[in-house]
């Protein structure tokens, strides 16, 4: 009966706009209609519902004058709960509004869970801080971190929407620019000569060793999704500034759609319960709780492994300790002077002091971050041809992850060091190309080592009265195997169509963009 009456009670339309004399600002709610009784709130949150109800005065964006030549609506879309609209610029760049007001039952699959569950859901767009986006672009800033430079506007009955006017009109947005293609007018972007979206990144890097994301610049990305509390960080959140350099290219994160920064969501019964099953929905609070960290960083969790593994305990500690420096007091009261002035005083007096303790806490978060990825640590080859080296050092596992060049000396890509406390268990990935395995002395104990090799001919070889330990080779079907080297257990690769090349690779991310 009760999710049945939550059903039932669909959010009624926002009030209308109320236009200045000159038609160049609106006054307006965010989303009024997320005004509930106090015994619907005891049992699905306060959450952020006054300040959706807060009357904010916000400019009125005309496409045809937004920038030099005005803009014309190029694509509808939307990511989970989002209503978008890219827009195309004479000169060639693109920008995109995003809907303030969201609806999180678009996340569920058509069908009856969705009709059952609807009202609720779309009511539950109230536990995300709908101005939280402006003091995330801040933060960003002063962490060093890439990102967009959204601006709340209205969007009225405008001509030049055209065919999405129906759709699109009388909303509030944020207007930023599209982070994709040529940005190297807009330096939050890194005056990029070109952005790319993850499916593009993610394919580079398994096709050639020279194509790179620089793991400190993730990291320090990641440490600030923490810091604001932002558990919606799958790959689709993310855009890629690339930079060349000496026959090498580098890919700079760029994070996006800060929709559930300040996320609040467990002040309710019913939602607190949820809160225990679904760890990912983390309520943004002063303490960082050690263990949920987990639940905080699980929708990235792959990005992560593949992205962060070549930095050590130290790196984390190191970039944790750089981040915290650079959001000083001023940058964190800085930050919430953006944002519609009617909700500044009052976001800044709640989030100023919970910024300040989770900011010092961002070392001890970072180390329990490290323990967390490297439980199942990966480290991932190429479609190209390389070598694995792994050797004992000072009773921890040391590997080597090399290019092999015909004719020349193999080149060194990534060396790691990991410890039997920390990392239980080592999976490695040769890809695509003709992969060696190579195993020197005796390895350590305590360190499950899985090996699947991929496509391609590979081989695992070892050194005379060499001691493997506890290494598992995963081979791809109908593979004949030059080698069976003794001590090492041999079994068929359980998932070859993820792990058989770069292409099959990819279908371990969620890439829906």
């Not at 960083?297 to 984390?316: E, I, P, Q, V």
């Amino acid at each position: 009966m009760l999710l049945a009456s939550c059903a039932e009670h669909t959010a009624p339309a926002g009030a209308a706009p109320r236009w200045s004399t000159d038609s160049t600002t609106v006054r307006m709610a965010a989303g009024p209609q997320y005004a509930r009784s106090t015994a619907w709130q005891f049992f699905f949150g306060t959450h952020y519902r006054s300040i959706w109800a807060t009357t904010v005065t916000v400019p009125v964006l005309r496409l045809a004058t937004a920038v030099p030549g005005g803009l014309v609506p190029m694509q509808a879309g939307g990511s989970y709960q989002s209503h978008t609209l890219r827009l195309h610029a004479p000169d060639g760049r693109e920008y995109v509004l995003r809907s303030v007001d969201k609806d999180m039952s678009a996340a569920l699959s058509p069908g009856w869970k969705r009709n059952l569950l609807r009202g609720l859901l779309k009511d539950q767009t109230s536990a995300t801080q709908p101005f939280g986006a402006y003091p995330a672009a801040q933060l960003a800033e002063a962490a060093g971190v890439l990102h967009a430079n959204p601006r709340l506007v209205f969007v009225g009955p405008d001509a030049g929407l055209g065919k999405f006017k129906a759709a699109y009109a009388n909303a509030l947005y944020l207007f930023e620019e599209r982070p994709d293609g040529d940005q190297r007018l807009v330096a939050s972007f890194g005056h990029s000569p070109r952005v790319v979206n993850s499916a593009h990144m993610l394919a580079a890097l398994r096709r050639w060793p020279g194509a790179h994301v620089p793991a400190r610049a993730f990291l320090r990305a990641r440490l600030l999704d923490l810091l604001v509390g932002d558990w919606s960080r799958r790959e689709d959140q993310w855009r890629w500034a690339t930079f060349s350099q000496a026959g090498r290219v580098a890919y700079r994160p760029v994070p996006r759609d800060r929709d559930q920064a300040f996320f609040l969501f467990d002040d309710g019964l019913v939602t607190r319960l949820v809160s225990w099953f679904a760890p990912k929905y983390q309520t943004f609070r002063a303490t960082i709780g050690l263990e949920n960290v987990d639940g905080l960083t699980t929708t990235a969790r792959a990005l992560d492994r593949t992205l962060l593994t070549s930095l050590s305990a130290n790196d984390f500690r190191e970039v944790a300790d750089s981040v915290r420096a650079s959001l000083s007091d001023a940058a964190l009261v800085r930050a919430f002077n953006a944002g519609p002035p009617e909700t500044r005083a009052r976001l800044a007096a709640r989030f100023v002091p919970m910024l300040r303790a989770r900011r010092e806490q961002l070392p001890a978060v970072a180390q329990q971050y490290y323990a967390l990825l490297n439980k199942q640590a990966w480290l991932i080859g190429t479609d190209q041809a390389e070598r694995f080296i792994l050797s004992e050092a000072g009773g921890s596992l040391r590997v080597q992850l090399l290019a092999r060049r015909p004719g020349r000396p193999d080149s060194l890509v990534v060396e790691r060091t990991y410890n039997r406390k920390i990392t239980p268990r080592l999976d490695l990935y040769g890809l695509g190309g003709d992969d060696v395995f190579e195993l020197r002395g005796t390895l350590p104990q305590g360190i499950a080592v899985h090996f699947y090799d991929g496509a391609g001919r590979n081989q695992v070889i070892t050194t005379p009265g060499a001691t493997p330990g506890d290494v598992t080779w995963y081979t791809g079907p109908g593979e004949r195997l030059t080698s069976r080297p003794a001590g090492v257990q041999i079994e068929a690769d359980p998932h070859p169509e993820l792990t058989a090349n770069g292409r099959a690779w990819l279908h371990r991310y969620n890439l829906s963009d």
